[in-house]
């Protein structure tokens, strides 16, 4: 409601003016709640997408359960944090990458384009999915790993600091690579192949299926170019033993090339985003 003032002087209100629109904060904390609901209604992908790693780990932990030698660790527990990594990025680029392409083809983007919505509102929205669906799924492999592994949950604070961190420029960086890449697939049916195969072939040669220290190394170069195998390899530095660190191809757990590596992705990731994202599908032009 505003108050005006008319030709001969008289003051009244006028309850047609339209109402201040919210923020664009406030539209993306209402759009996440609504990608969240909508993302827990189609059970079937919610279980899948929460179950896949959860799965493979009880299945490769079961499968490589013997003692690493020299790491005082055991192959059970080296699977843990490498799971926790590819379960981010299962959550942030395959989900992205997938769900934003079956949007642009359907239209939907198109119709959210042409509405006052300020774009941000809908990439904070995707924000807030990734960062809920990220968060539980470490949460629930976390507790696969200590019930069954023998994982220890870190007692220092720096351990936690150096988790959240990594954590967040992971899923950051994973997130925007998979906004990039969802402007590849030419329909939304094609979506899934074209997402899914590049993802599977970095967790072979980024130690998550198979052991760091069996790599061969011009692999894991190619493989040290991508956020998941820095992931992987911060991750086990926080949840394994220092005489895990003798695993790594540097011997060590290299925290500072971690943070630059991630933090890149997420710059590049950025700019790879701004320049590729489109509202339309190539056969809307």
Known sequence: MTTVTDRTGTTR???????????AWTLGLRRGALELRQFFRQR???????AFPIVFLFLFASIFSNDVEGAGITASQLYVPAMIAAGIMSTSFQSLGISIAIERDN???RRLRGTPMPPAS??????WL???????ETVALLAVGVVFYGIELPTGAV?????????ALGLTGCALLGIAISSVPKTGQSASSVVVLPFLVLQFI???????????????????LFPLKWMCQGLRGVFLPETAAVLEQAGGWEYGRIALVLGAWCIGGLVLCLLTFRWKSRRDG
């Not at 047609?16 to 923020?23: D, E, H, Y």
């Open 44 to 50: 079937d992908q919610a279980i899948f997408t929460f």
């Open 13 to 23: 209100t006028d309850d047609t003016a339209p109402a201040a629109l919210p923020g």
């Open 130 to 136: 990734v960062l809920v669906t990220g968060l539980l």
């Open 159 to 167: 351990d936690w600091l150096t988790f959240g961190w990594i954590f």
């Open 122 to 127: 809908y990439f904070l929205g995707k924000v």
């Open 107 to 109: 239209k939907q983007l």
């Open 206 to 224: 980024s130690g998550v299926y198979i052991a760091i220290d069996t790599i061969p190394d011009w692999l894991l170069n190619i493989g040290a």
